[in-house]
Nanobody, 124 residues
Framework: QMQLVESGGGLVQAGGSLTLSCAAS????????MGWFRQAPGKEREFVAT????????DYLDSVKGRFTISRDNAKNTVALQMNSLKPEDTAVYYC?????????????????WGQGTQVTVSS
């Protein structure tokens, strides 16, 4: 089974940038569609971005388009989320997730494998 470990969260001022990384182990990484989700206190888990198995296609939550970029390196078994122009409303725990043989899904229920999450806090 795939195992995922996120890193790169932290505290940043509004307008700043952070890059989240997710390292995968076990399984053939290129067979998994990958996604980033987030959950703020008192709110449901929310789709943020997803990338196809080859990395050739991406999809984003409207509110992060133009600010966030998802990428993957199938040779290194990693997926990243570059976050620029951060806003206080981006504050949440961010989760990396993997879905076997699935690409570009916004539905968290299709992702069977999840990391432990990393906190991102954006101060105003």
């Amino acid at each position: 089974q795939m195992q995922l470990v996120e890193s790169g969260g932290g505290l940043v001022q509004a307008g700043g940038s952070l890059t989240l990384s997710c390292a995968a182990s076990r399984g053939t990484f290129s067979t998994y569609g990958m996604g980033w989700f987030r959950q703020a206190p008192g709110k449901e888990r929310e789709f943020v971005a997803t990338i196809s198995r080859s990395g050739g296609s991406t999809d984003y939550l409207d509110s992060v388009k133009g600010r966030f970029t998802i990428s993957r390196d199938n040779a290194k078994n990693t997926v990243a989320l570059q976050m620029n122009s951060l806003k206080p409303e981006d504050t949440a725990v961010y989760y990396c997730a993997g879905a076997l043989y699935v690409s570009l899904s916004r539905d968290h229920r299709r992702y069977a494998y999840w990391g432990q999450g990393t906190q991102v806090t954006v101060s105003s």
